[in-house]
């Protein structure tokens, strides 16, 4: 995908289960920033990253069961998140620290010294939706082999 491709993407959307409306704004409202959009007693929007992410009640749908091996960590297999600029990814992991967020895979860096290293951290949502957020010191090894 060329440079200008990727610069005119279109928003992604995700729809993903939670126990509690209110769990979610707190969360994805207040710790992570992410504005809201429009709701409903059953769904919210939120805007995560300038892509549309919408939290449904759906308790009997949440969390996360499998994993699978990448570069010596235990993945949540179903995961969503973003990838941030390295400012932006130090801050995250400051912030998401300082909230108490326990970690499934702490902060650091993946796949050093090879096509494709960065940084990477995984945590859980109080749904138990896992996360990734990952960042990468050259952007444009996103889709190295």
């Known amino acids: 995908m060329s440079q200008a491709t990727q610069d005119s993407m279109p928003p992604f959307h995700l729809a993903f289960p939670v126990h509690s409306l209110e769990a979610a704004r707190a969360f994805y409202g207040t710790l992570l920033g992410c504005p809201e959009g429009r709701s409903s007693p059953d769904w919210v929007d939120f805007n995560f990253y300038g892509h549309q992410i919408v ?75 896992a996360m990734e957020f990952k960042a990468f010191a050259n952007m444009a090894s996103l889709f190295a082999k």
């Open 55 to 129: 939290a449904h009640l759906s308790p009997e749908e949440t969390g996360h069961r499998n994993t699978s091996a990448v570069d010596g960590d235990n993945v949540p297999v179903r995961h969503f998140g973003a990838v941030l600029s390295m400012s932006q990814w130090e801050t995250a992991a400051e912030k998401l620290r300082g909230a108490g967020i326990k970690f499934i895979i702490e902060p650091h860096i993946r796949f050093k010294g090879e096509p494709g290293e960065q940084a990477t951290m995984f945590f859980l949502d109080p749904s138990g939706n």
